[in-house]
């Protein structure tokens, strides 16, 4: 968190929570009282079955993003076999699938790279899902950005190999790091 209250990471490590079960998983550590939180869980508190990986969090702490392929995140939907883009609310504890497609559907590839605004509304990540949005066409890496509460993704990118979106403090600037230009 921009306070540095709220310290997010993934680890493999088993020792950190009793939730574990030996993937890789994402935490978030309150180093003002010292409580280390699971936060790669679904809805009855069990962790992912598949790893979870590379984090972001918003600035007051509330809302992490991640990247996991556990398929026992959403429920029984989850058929894709892809790495998804989740949003925890940490207030409420929902978990939300950000990367989806037209009308709800799972994306057809992987999504990586993930971060979040500030306030925790916008979400940028990277996928070679060509499901996404109407406009893509291509199995390349794009990055797209998601209006938490908005009606869906847009793409910000063309192809290429875009691998990390990054939001300026704040969260009004949104940087790629990665090939083309955007």
């Known amino acids: 968190s921009a306070d540095g209250r709220w310290v997010v990471f993934s680890s493999t490590a088993n020792s950190i929570t009793a939730e574990e079960n030996g993937h890789r998983s994402i935490f978030v550590r309150d180093m003002e009282v010292d409580v280390t ?52 609310d940490m207030t409420t504890t929902r978990l939300e699938l950000v990367s989806v497609g037209l009308n709800g559907a799972e994306a057809t590839r992987d999504s990586g790279i993930c971060d979040i605004s500030g306030n925790g509304r916008f979400v940028a990540f990277d996928s070679a899902a060509p499901n996404l949005t109407a406009a893509d066409s291509d199995q390349n890496d794009d990055v797209f950005l998601l209006n938490v509460a908005g009606p869906g993704a847009r793409r910000l990118t063309d192809g290429g190999q875009h691998w990390v979106p990054q939001f300026a403090p704040g969260g009004s600037e949104l940087a790629v790091q990665g090939g083309k230009d955007i």
Do not use: M, W
Request: net charge positive.
């Open 37 to 88: 939180t699971l936060v790669s869980i679904n809805r009855l508190g069990n962790a992912a079955n598949h790893r979870s990986d590379l984090p972001g969090i918003s600035e007051d702490g509330r809302y992490i993003c991640f990247n996991s392929g556990a398929t026992n995140l959403k429920g029984a939907r989850d058929q894709n076999k892809v790495s998804d883009i989740f949003v925890r």
